[in-house]
């Protein structure tokens, strides 16, 4: 557990993880509860699924949980780096099968947005959650 919670002595780390934690949170309520404009989980999962994985309802189930339960795992820095894949699992599909054939800019459906959220969740993933973190003050830093 000492390994998978270690963090550094930084506060650098917590606005990017209070940023990125409640992009997901709020975007995976969206997606379960119908909250904030969202459809609800009933529509989300009525959608194909990337790459046609099948079940669809599956998939896409376990995309909004992991947005929605990663997302608030990185805003407490609770199990920051499990939070964080989470959400880079998300992103590196979204990236690949829905962002990439649009090209880089957002303006177009591309990849800039997507990318920086990964890249922000592959930080997480490395440094785990700093300061200000459930993680640090547990199990404390390194």
């Keep these: ?5 270690a963090t550094i002595n930084t506060w650098a780390l917590f606005p990017l993880r209070l940023a990125l934690g409640a992009i997901f949170f709020a ?25 046609n994985l ?25 199990m920051t780096r499990v939070g964080a894949f989470m959400i880079a699992c998300v992103m590196g599909v979204a990236l690949a099968a829905v962002h990439w054939k649009n090209g880089f800019f ?3 459906g591309g990849f800039e947005y997507t990318l920086a959220l ?5 930080t997480l993933i490395i440094a785990g959650g700093g300061n200000g973190s459930v993680d640090y003050t547990r199990y404390g830093g390194s």
């Design 1 to 5: 557990m000492g390994r998978l919670t």
């Design 27 to 51: 975007h995976g309520a969206q997606k379960i509860f119908g909250v904030w404009g969202g459809k609800g989980l009933t529509a989300w999962t009525a959608a194909a699924a990337p790459y």
């Design 54 to 78: 099948q079940p669809a309802w599956a998939w896409l189930s376990a995309a909004a949980f992991a947005e929605f339960i990663g997302g608030l795992m990185v805003m407490l820095g609770f």
């Design 106 to 108: 957002l303006t177009q």
């Design 118 to 122: 990964l890249a922000m969740a592959l």
